[in-house]
C-alpha cells in the first residue's frame, strides 16, 4: 500500500473552497502510477514491451469533500487480479484518519499497436490485496433511452497524455462541465461511475448526452461510437 499525504491547494479546489472531483482523480493517477513504478509494473515497464495500461472503469463514493487548506492523505493498493483485469483501490482520510473517499477502479494492459488485450504482461505476480471494508468494483452503466444532447467537446492538445490519449482525469471535466456553477451550489455528488468504452483521440469530436435527472447518466459518443458512460449521484446541499 502506498499512502501519499496532500495539502489542499487553491488551485485544487472550486469557488465553494471543495476539493475538484477533477484534482481527485489526478491524485488517485498520481499515487497509482507512483505504486505501479514502486512495484515494478509500470510505465517504464509497460513501456519497455510496447505495452500501455489503460483504465476501463471507476467507482467513487464521496463522504465528505476536503476544503481548502486541508492536509488529506491518499491510500492506494493493487487488488487481487481476475484473470487479465488488475483492480485497484483508493481511499482518501482526513488528519483523523476519517474516510472522505473511497474509489476503485480496473485496468487492462494493452499492446499499444493493436490496443489488444495482453494477457500476461509481467514476468512475476503481483501482490494484490483485498481489504474487508473496500468498495465493490464498479458494475457497468445501465442503458437508458432518449438521453438528450448537452453540447460538443474537441479533444485538444493539453488534454492527451503519454498514451497518445484523452488522459482519464480529463473525462471527468468533460463530464462535471455539463452543469454550471449555480448547479453545483446547490447539488453535491455522492457517488460516480464511470465506463471507459473506447479511447479518444487528438482533434476527436465528443457528443455528449444526459437524460438530465438524478442519478444521471452521461453519455459520451464519437460519431455512432460510445466512448463513455457515466451514472452520477447528487444529493441537496
Known sequence: MLNKK???????????????????????????????????????????????????????????????????????????????????????????????????????????????????????????EDQVDQLPLADKVEYVEDLSFVEERKVRYNDIDLNGHLNNTKYIEYILDIHDSNFYKEHAIKEILINYNHELKDNDLVSIYSNKQNPEIIKGNIGETNSFDVKVTYIKK
Not at 484534482?23 to 509500470?42: D, H, P
Not at 483523523?96 to 480496473?106: D, F, H, P, Q
Open 6 to 128: 496532500y495539502y489542499i491547494n487553491s488551485n485544487s479546489v472550486d469557488q465553494f473552497y471543495d476539493l475538484k472531483i477533477s484534482s481527485f482523480f489526478k491524485m488517485m493517477q498520481e499515487v497509482a502510477s507512483q505504486n505501479a513504478e514502486e512495484l515494478g509494473i509500470g510505465h517504464i515497464e509497460t513501456n519497455s514491451k510496447n505495452l500501455i495500461w489503460v483504465i476501463t472503469r471507476f467507482l467513487v463514493k464521496i463522504h465528505k469533500l476536503p476544503k481548502y487548506q486541508e492536509t488529506v492523505t491518499l491510500k492506494t493498493y493493487p487488488g487481487k487480479t481476475i484473470k487479465f483485469i488488475f483492480p485497484r483501490y483508493f481511499v482518501l482520510e482526513d488528519e483523523n484518519g476519517n474516510k472522505l473517499i473511497e474509489a476503485s477502479s480496473t485496468w487492462l494492459v494493452l499492446y499499444n499497436e493493436t490496443r489488444k488485450v495482453c494477457m500476461s504482461p509481467f514476468d512475476k505476480d503481483i501482490e494484490g
